[in-house]
């Protein structure tokens, strides 16, 4: 059994903030490793400034080098949109594997508008990041109503493997204020520009899926 938590989003671009909460969260958990989820296109977010999909996996790939961090792009194989299909998809595709779901405290305050977030819930524990400025939302919002009860004690957190679902962990972790809409504002052309696109690949078919081995097309 390996456990893996999942971090799912746009990496728009992919920063040192990914980086920085993934290690926290490696050794808060007790994890083997992590991967980060690349989203072909996420639902709740304006498809205006996204940049393209080989430029934001490239983007997570060089910010996770050297980390236990697999990078993939699994959601556009599988055609799902919407983390509940992601997370059925890959609970019975990896059955050896244990799943923890990680988000940003700025992704609690409206889990409740997330398709299907109370089976989310009940499909895989889910471990919030504290996020400078998020953190009073995420206690007030919506979902935390029906949430609250799942709240399990951060200093048990290594031992999620053992909850009874639903399961929720508060993460107090080291903040990092980095934001991929600071980065955005400053080089709204940070993907088109190769001194700028972290080693850019001339081919996408050299962009080779951390999960799947397959190249990103």
Request: proline fraction near 9%.
């Amino acid at each position: 059994m390996r456990k893996i938590g999942l971090l799912g989003g746009s990496f728009n671009p992919a920063h040192q903030g990914h980086r920085r909460i993934s290690v926290a969260a490696m050794e808060a958990l007790d994890l083997h490793e992590i991967w980060w989820l690349v989203s072909p296109g996420n639902p709740m977010k304006s498809a205006e400034d996204m940049a393209p999909l080989p430029a934001r996996f490239r983007s997570a790939r060089d910010a996770a080098e050297g980390l236990p961090i697999r990078v993939t792009a699994i959601e556009r194989e599988l055609g799902t949109r919407y983390t509940i299909d992601t997370l059925d998809a890959l609970t019975r595709r990896f059955r050896r594997n244990r799943f923890i779901w990680l988000m940003g405290a700025d992704n609690l305050a409206q889990f409740h508008r997330w398709r299907d977030w109370r089976r989310i819930a009940a499909t895989v524990p889910i471990a919030v990041v504290s996020r400078p400025g998020y953190d009073g939302g995420a206690h007030a919002a919506r979902a935390m109503g029906w949430l609250r009860r799942f709240v399990r004690p951060a200093n048990k957190a290594r031992h999620w493997t053992r909850w009874r679902l639903p399961a929720l962990v508060l993460l107090k972790l080291p903040p990092d204020p980095t934001s991929a809409t600071a980065l955005r504002a400053a080089d709204p052309d940070w993907h088109q520009s190769p001194a700028k696109s972290l080693n850019p690949s001339p081919n996408p078919m050299a962009l080779r899926d951390g999960v799947t081995r397959r190249p990103l097309m």
